[in-house]
C-alpha cells in the first residue's frame, strides 16, 4: 500500500505500487465532466455540452501514458509544431482517429506508436476516464490512461510532433500551475484556465482530461 503525503504529491510507495492503487481507482466511479468543466473556457463549462452523448460524432483515442522517473511518476504529453495550420504549438496527449473497426483503446496505442515511437507491448492500460465532446472539432475523445514499467527513450516520429514533454504528476498536482487569465476567443473576452507547465499552456480538452486524471490522484492522496 501506499502511504500519504501531502495532498499536492502522489503517494509515497514504489512507481508499481502507485500503478497498481490507480488501476483499481480508475475502475470505480470518476469525476467526469464536473471536474473537466473547471478546466473549460468559461463559454463552454456546460457540462451537457462536454458529454458524448447522443452526439454524432467522429471517435478518437488518446493515451495518458505515465513514466517512472526515480520511482516519481511523470506524464508524457506532445508539443505540436508551432508551423502547422491547425492546432499549432498546442499541448496534447498522443491519440488520433479510429480507423477501421479497432477499439479506442488500440486507437489510443496505436496512434501513440505514430507520435512518439512507443511500442504498444511496453505499457499497461490501467483504465479509462471520462470520454469528452470537443464541438469545434465534431470529436468525441475517448482518453485512456497507460504506463510502462521504466523510462523509455521516447522521441517524436510524427511530422505534426515537435516536442515531448515528460512532466512529473506533483507538478502538476502543485495548486500553483492552475492559471485562470482572460483571453480573446471567437471575438469575445472569456476566463481561461489552464496548466502553466514548463513554460507550456496547457488548456482546452486536454486540460480538461488531465483534471480528471488529478481528481482522481487526489481522491488516493485524501480518500475522505
Do not use: K
Amino acid at each position: 500500500m501506499c502511504s500519504r503525503s501531502r495532498p499536492s504529491r502522489v503517494p509515497i510507495c514504489s512507481y508499481n505500487a502507485f500503478i497498481d492503487c490507480l488501476s483499481a481507482r480508475l475502475a470505480q466511479s470518476l469525476p467526469g465532466h464536473d471536474v473537466h468543466a473547471t478546466m473549460a473556457p468559461r463559454h463552454s463549462a456546460r457540462q451537457d455540452a462536454l458529454s458524448v452523448d447522443r452526439q454524432a460524432c467522429r471517435e478518437a483515442g488518446v493515451l495518458a501514458l505515465l513514466l517512472p522517473e526515480e520511482e516519481r511518476p511523470v506524464l508524457v504529453l506532445t508539443a505540436r509544431h508551432d508551423e502547422l495550420s491547425d492546432h499549432s504549438g498546442q499541448i496534447s496527449f498522443p491519440g488520433g482517429r479510429r480507423e477501421g473497426d479497432e477499439t479506442l483503446s488500440e486507437t489510443a496505442l496505436r496512434e501513440a506508436d505514430e507520435e512518439i515511437g512507443l511500442s504498444p507491448t511496453t505499457v499497461r492500460l490501467l483504465g479509462a476516464l471520462t470520454p469528452l465532446y470537443i464541438p469545434p472539432s465534431n470529436f468525441c475523445v475517448h482518453p485512456f490512461v497507460g504506463a510502462a514499467a521504466r523510462a523509455l527513450p521516447l522521441h517524436p516520429t510524427d511530422r505534426e510532433v515537435n516536442q515531448i514533454l515528460r512532466v512529473p504528476l506533483d507538478r502538476l498536482l502543485a495548486p500553483e500551475t492552475r492559471v485562470v487569465e482572460p483571453w480573446t476567443l471567437h471575438e469575445e473576452e472569456v476566463e481561461v484556465p489552464y496548466y502553466d507547465v514548463e513554460g507550456h499552456t496547457v488548456w482546452g480538452a486536454t486540460a480538461m482530461m488531465i483534471a480528471e486524471l488529478l481528481a482522481t490522484l487526489r481522491s488516493l492522496l485524501d480518500p475522505d
